[in-house]
């Protein structure tokens, strides 16, 4: 059947109002053009399906412009336990209102079983809930399916998935997506909320193998990933070429693969570039816990607490290489004072190879390059009281094994209390170091030229393997190669400032070492005024 253009008040299905059963075979073509008051419910072929539905080998192409939201779908408006195989959609959505919106299903309250399906086309719309394929699906089975749906929101409540935005309970195999999703909001200043997924924005349970994010995805809000906004489950076998970007507040989570991910990420990698404005920011994951095995980051890694591997991550990484690029936040203006790990209430900015912050274990990860970073803050700045730098981990609390980090080079001006290592910034536990190596050297330089009168007391403190902790470390068969150098510049001989040194630790309460060496010199040209 072919639908050439409907222009009716409200139109709730091109097909079947109230359906249930099987469809098979079928195309659909529908226009829509809608100006009133009234929020439309539009799709393709099924606008409510209440019972069991199957739809086979159907192609359907949906266009709709309103200014009014609604639902939209290229399918199904909603349904409960729906399945759908070898289907193709075209959608084209333009609406200023408020959206439930999916390239073949709007929203499933039972089972879906979606294979071998594909969307294509664009969505503009305001705030919305909206995915390439689905909207969301509370139990859901997604397997060699594709999307190249470009979603464009302009509200500041959007949430939104490459693939499918919101499940409970998803299991998505050798899927993928390359459309833009993008959030330009009409409002940049209002407050925000959201997240976006290059293939899922979020789900309670979720078992993703196979899988990969061609695309582009940019300003996400609250949270944003690479395939995942936010999940629990494990993620295996994926990758991401794209670029992911977020514009979130102190507490949002970016990631290459996931933004907030509490479960496993295992043999992944990421070739975009990621990058955040405040919040935690990773080339793999941004918060959250459980392990990360096996994955490789190449692209450039930018936000406020930033780690090539995980922003910040409880739990294992574990045989991990980044072999990419640190950069700090483009804005700085996050205020971490209340912040908590290990012990400890800090306001920071935290930079590692692997992670920003870190508690647990990392064992068998590489560095490849040299951390190389300069930034400069605003004087009134909150957010500059103390950085946080190291080749593998900013700050930690627990335990690394068998990493190697090839140095770091940072300088800060303006910036209080500057802490960098060739392994950690900051220790905050007891605790261990087992057969690491640094082969690079490790250099920080702290300057300030504003009045005396508004400068506190700065400091740098530097080491080999860790620049500063008040707990007892221990090291073993470690080994520092390249030099360690400290400097501190401030505008006048009556500033305060120090800088402490050291071929393994800096200011440390108490380092026993076992088996370890430095093979460098330390170099310390502090010049106070």
């Not at 199957?54 to 909603?78: K, P, Q, R, Y």
């Not at 993928?176 to 959030?183: K, M, N, P, R, S």
């Not at 970016?254 to 990698?269: E, H, N, Q, R, V």
Request: proline content about 1%; aromatic content about 6%.
């Amino acid at each position: 059947d072919l639908v050439k253009s409907i222009q009716p008040d409200c139109l709730c299905s091109a097909r079947i109002g109230n359906g249930y059963g099987e469809i098979s075979q079928c195309r659909v073509e529908v226009s829509i053009t809608h100006t009133g008051e009234q929020k439309l419910h539009v799709a393709g072929l099924v606008g409510k399906a209440e019972e069991e539905l199957s739809i086979w080998d159907c192609e359907t192409d949906v266009s709709l412009a309103n200014t009014s939201g609604g639902t939209f779908a290229g399918m199904v408006g909603s349904g409960k336990d729906t399945t759908f195989n070898n289907c193709i959609s075209r959608v084209n959505l333009v609406s200023g209102g408020s959206v439930t919106a999916g390239g073949i299903l709007g929203s499933s309250t039972g089972e879906v079983i979606m294979t071998r399906c594909t969307a294509t086309g664009s969505m503009e719309m305001s705030d919305c809930s909206a995915g390439g394929l689905i909207s969301s699906a509370s139990d859901l089975v997604l397997g060699e399916c594709c999307a190249s749906v470009d979603l464009q929101a302009s509200g500041n409540d959007v949430f939104m998935g490459g693939l499918v935005e919101s499940s409970e309970n998803a299991a998505v195999y050798s899927c993928w997506a390359d459309g833009t999703l993008c959030i330009d909001p009409a409002d940049p200043d209002a407050y925000a909320y959201g997240h976006v997924g290059g293939l899922l924005g979020s789900a309670d349970t979720l078992a993703m193998q196979d899988c990969c994010f061609l695309g582009d995805m940019r300003d996400a809000y609250d949270g944003g990933g690479g395939l995942a906004a936010s999940a629990t489950g494990i993620i295996r076998n994926c990758y991401v070429k794209a670029s992911v970007s977020g514009r979130g507040r102190d507490d949002s989570a970016l990631g290459g693969i996931a933004g907030y991910m509490s479960g496993t990420i295992k043999d992944c990698y990421v070739t975009g570039d990621v990058m955040g404005l405040d919040g935690y920011v990773g080339g793999i994951v941004g918060d959250g816990s459980g392990t990360v095995e096996n994955c490789t980051v190449t692209g450039t890694v930018g936000g406020e607490i930033v780690g090539g591997i995980g922003g910040s991550r409880s739990g294992v990484i574990k045989n991990c290489t980044f072999n990419g690029n640190l950069t700090g936040s483009t804005s700085c203006t996050g205020d971490h004072a209340n912040r908590y790990l290990g012990g400890y209430f800090f306001d920071a900015h935290c930079m590692g190879g692997i992670a920003g912050e870190m508690s647990g274990t990392i064992s068998g990860c590489i560095v490849e390059k040299q951390i190389r970073n300069s930034r400069t803050y605003d004087i009134w700045e909150e957010g500059s009281q103390s950085d946080y730098i190291g080749g593998i981990a900013g700050f930690m609390a627990g335990q690394m094994t068998d990493c190697v980090s090839r140095g770091l080079s940072v300088s800060r001006k303006h910036c209080f209390n500057l802490y960098a290592g060739g392994l950690v910034g900051e220790a905050a536990e007891d605790m261990i170091f087992d057969n690491c190596r640094v082969e690079g050297n490790v250099s920080a330089s702290s300057t300030a030229d504003y009045y005396e009168e508004l400068i506190s007391n700065h400091f740098v403190r530097l080491g080999g393997l860790l620049a500063s902790s008040s707990k007892t470390i221990q090291a073993g068969s470690c080994i520092v190669d390249g030099s360690i150098t400290g400097v501190l510049q401030l505008p006048r001989e009556e500033s305060l400032g120090s800088v402490v040194i050291g071929g393994l630790g800096g200011n440390v309460y108490k380092l026993t070492p076992e088996s370890c060496q430095f093979n460098g010199t330390l170099v310390y040209p502090a010049s106070l005024g």
